[in-house]
């Protein structure tokens, strides 16, 4: 007896679960990616898996696709959370956080001013996203901004290019950081995030 094989399937983690302690834990990694991401690829292997069509595109060319169909809200919920979640461990690297160096950090200065004003736009953005959602830096027409976004909302749907992101979900932090979101936002850009696959996602 042969097993159909999936159209999505959880991708590995970029780093080992235990990569990025202490700032964030193996226990958290362990809910975060071992049971709620791979939930959603699940779920959106349940509701593609009787149409060939969706079935057989790209993860990002799905999302797109049913971005804007209210009859795909489930596909597009599951599917965007795929993508937002792989593309956060991306977001993340081990001995990462700080200043940005070279083309990234002259992106920056030329649209924020310097790094701190990005850091402060970035922070409030996470910060100040009511409930679950995410904060992300973007390029959009050739300067790049700060956007929020709530539950699996993705800024590529409306054009924009993803760089980099937080997920401000409770899942993502409050094992290790409790009801302390900000002290989390604070942890991700000092110490993990990833500026090298921030400039890579650079037009």
Known sequence: MTTQAVPFTLPALPYADTALEPVMSAKTFSFHYAKHHKAYVDNLNNLVKDNAELASMSLEAL???????????????????????????????????????????????????DYEKFKTAFSDAAKTQFGSGWAWLVEDGGKLAVQKTANAETPMTAGKKCLLTIDVWEHAYYLDFQNRRPDYITAFLDKLVNWEFAERNLG
Do not use: C, Y
């Open 63 to 113: 999302v797109k696709k049913v971005a804007l169909d209210s009859t795909k809200a489930g596909v597009f919920n599951n599917a965007a959370q795929v993508w937002n979640h792989t593309f956060f461990w991306h977001s993340m690297r081990p001995g990462g956080g700080g200043a940005p160096t070279g083309r990234m950090l002259e992106k920056i200065n030329a649209s924020f001013g």
